[in-house]
């Protein structure tokens, strides 16, 4: 019994050790073990279709008892889960999002929970993380402790036939429910997930163990067997979806946006190399991304590395130089390359670039005869006036875009940030006569 405790309280730390050192030293990895159709996801699903294996075995047997309910709802319940983590078979096999789970899911997947949940925030996820918070830790932490105290109401629960999990799984259930709530904004729902999973899995096993009477060993081996097969399971799914063209080429779109999104994740803590890390991986799928190019060299500038910065820039110069001679007239990308050259010091290119980005964005505003038309130019226009230092005059067209295209997020953002900073510049009265048109 000691070498089983040992090893599921041992595998539980193990897992949580795992993520937490990828996430400082090995931001690559930590990705592939949380990120969707990757290795840390199937184990996940494989954990899930082990408990309801498990708990169909404990449904089925006659000796189970009071506790067959039990066992019944579980087998359901993780069936269920593991149809959801494949997207009912979606992931798999490559289907088309049907219709309806296109128009209504967070995610654009056919599955049912992210009806309500996904990668945005909503009052129904919030409900139901802390929901799922409190039910992990009542019944994996409290509920198996009261019971080895004796206290009446988990002796109650156990009587209408509630399976305790064993108390070493315990640091699996309470890692499991912190997680959950993404205290550290790390996407650490999905490591609640894995061990979760494989908690309940192991909680079905154990019953089927003890009533066909295992000897320790037995016990120990069908645990780590278990484990075993579901890390490979997990593997080798992973490895197939990367060997078919159209699966990779969705799952290569995810870890882009994956990387990107974790950029801004390790901005938040200031680990500049885990965000040049991460952003060069972003530049292996997506190359010739100016904005990307300049974002590493920042990082790079922060970590004390002026040559490694100077290198993505100059490469951000090449890649507008191509750009712009391949349309002298292309309005963004002649403010990008004013944008390169002047991380590199050079103020005669960035006045050239960015002059000549400014004529043809006015030219066009004044052109426009609709008012999204208007907007756009007016919001290009003033990306080019801050290039040629008429900061004034940007903020006064950041503010024509936003109240020409009202609804447009980017617009309302680019206009409030300019007006701040511009009021940090000037004082208040002065900024004040800016607004108007």
């Not at 040049?276 to 190019?293: G, H, R, S």
Request: hydrophobic residues 45%.
């Amino acid at each position: 019994m000691k070498f089983i405790t040992f090893y599921l309280v041992s595998l539980s730390f193990a897992i949580v050790v795992f993520y937490a050192v990828a996430a400082v030293y090995f931001p690559q990895l930590y990705i592939f073990a949380t990120y969707e159709d990757m290795y840390g996801e199937w184990g996940q699903a494989f954990f899930f279709l082990a408990t309801f294996i498990f708990s169909t075995l404990n449904a089925i047997n006659s000796a189970t008892g009071r506790y067959r309910w039990f066992f019944m709802l579980l087998a359901l319940a993780s069936f269920y889960t593991f149809m959801e983590e494949i997207s009912w078979g979606q992931r798999l096999l490559g289907y088309d999002t049907p219709e309806f789970f296109a128009k209504h899911s967070y995610q654009d997947e056919a599955n049912l929970h992210n009806l309500l949940t996904g990668p945005v925030e909503s009052w129904t996820k919030t409900a139901l993380t802390y929901l799922i918070t409190l039910g992990l830790i009542g019944y994996g932490v409290i509920f198996p402790i009261a019971l080895k105290m004796q206290w009446k109401p988990a002796l109650w629960l156990a009587q209408l036939g509630v399976v305790a999990p064993p108390l070493a799984l315990l640091p699996a259930f309470l890692f499991g429910g912190l997680f959950e709530l993404e205290l550290f904004s790390f996407n650490e729902a999905e490591v609640a997930e894995l061990l979760v999973a494989m908690a309940m899995s192991f909680t079905a096993l154990n019953f089927w163990l003890q009533q066909h009477q295992s000897s320790p060993s037995k016990r120990l081996l069908y645990f780590m067997v278990t484990t075993v097969v579901v890390l490979v399971a997990a593997f080798i799914t992973t490895q197939t979806l990367l060997h078919n063209p159209r699966q990779k080429a969705e799952i290569t779109h995810r870890l882009a946006n994956g990387y990107d999104k974790f950029a801004d994740r390790y901005e938040r803590y200031d680990h500049y190399l885990a965000v040049a890390k991460v952003l060069q991986y972003y530049d292996q799928l997506k190359p010739d991304n100016t904005v990307v190019l300049r974002r590493i060299a920042d990082n790079y500038e922060l970590l004390g590395n002026p040559e490694k910065a100077r290198e993505f820039l100059y490469r951000a110069i090449e890649v507008g130089l191509k750009r712009v001679n391949k349309d002298p007239d292309n309005v963004p990308a002649n403010i990008s390359l004013a944008k390169s050259y002047h991380r590199v010091k050079r103020p005669e290119k960035v006045y050239f670039y960015g002059a000549h980005a400014y004529d043809i964005a006015l030219q066009r505003y004044q052109e426009a005869d609709n008012n999204r038309d208007k907007a756009y130019w007016a919001y290009w226009l003033a990306k080019a006036c801050e290039q040629v230092n008429k900061q004034p005059e940007a903020l006064k067209y950041f503010r024509r875009a936003y109240k020409l295209d009202p609804d447009n997020y980017r617009y309302e953002r680019a206009y409030y940030q300019k007006r701040h900073l511009m009021e940090n510049y000037y004082d208040e009265d002065w900024a004040e006569r800016l607004y108007s048109d």
